[in-house]
C-alpha cells in the first residue's frame, strides 16, 4: 500500500438511492457525497496525491483562511500500488503527480473502510 495523505471530511449518512441499508455511514475522500473542508488546491500545499503529507499542514491552512473544522473527522488514505487502465484492460504502476510528496504515516491506523476512486493527472 502506498500512504498518499491527509484530508479533513465530514462523514455522512448513506444516501437514499444507495440500495444498501447495511451502509449508515459515508467516510467518502471524493467531494460528492462528503464535501471539501475548502476549497484547498488554489493555496499549493497539498501533496502530488492531491491531499496534504500531515495533519498539521492541513490544520494551518484552515487557520490561516478561517475556515471552522467544527465536526469535520481526519482521515489518512492508503491506495494499492497499481491502478487499471481500462483502455489497457491491465493493472498499471500508480504514483503521484511530479511535486514534492511526504507523507507522513500516523503512528497509529484504524480501519474505516474502502473506497473507489478515480485519479486524473
Known amino acids: 500500500m502506498i ?5 479533513a471530511k465530514r462523514i455522512v449518512q448513506g444516501p437514499d438511492w444507495l440500495k444498501a441499508p447495511e ?6 475522500v471524493s467531494g460528492c457525497t462528503s464535501g471539501e473542508f475548502m476549497d484547498y488546491i ?6 502530488g496525491f492531491w491531499l496534504f503529507d500531515s495533519p498539521g499542514i492541513l490544520q494551518a491552512l484552515a487557520r490561516e483562511n478561517n475556515v471552522i473544522m467544527d465536526g469535520l473527522t481526519y482521515f489518512y488514505y492508503e491506495v494499492y500500488e497499481k491502478e487499471f487502465d481500462e483502455e489497457r484492460k491491465e493493472w498499471m504502476p500508480f504514483g503521484p503527480a511530479p511535486f514534492p510528496t511526504n507523507v507522513m504515516p500516523p503512528v497509529k491506523k484504524e480501519l474505516h473502510g474502502y473506497d473507489v476512486v478515480t485519479f486524473y493527472q
Open 23 to 28: 451502509v449508515h455511514d459515508i467516510y467518502s
Open 3 to 7: 500512504a498518499i495523505g491527509y484530508l
Open 42 to 47: 488554489e493555496f499549493w500545499r497539498h501533496n
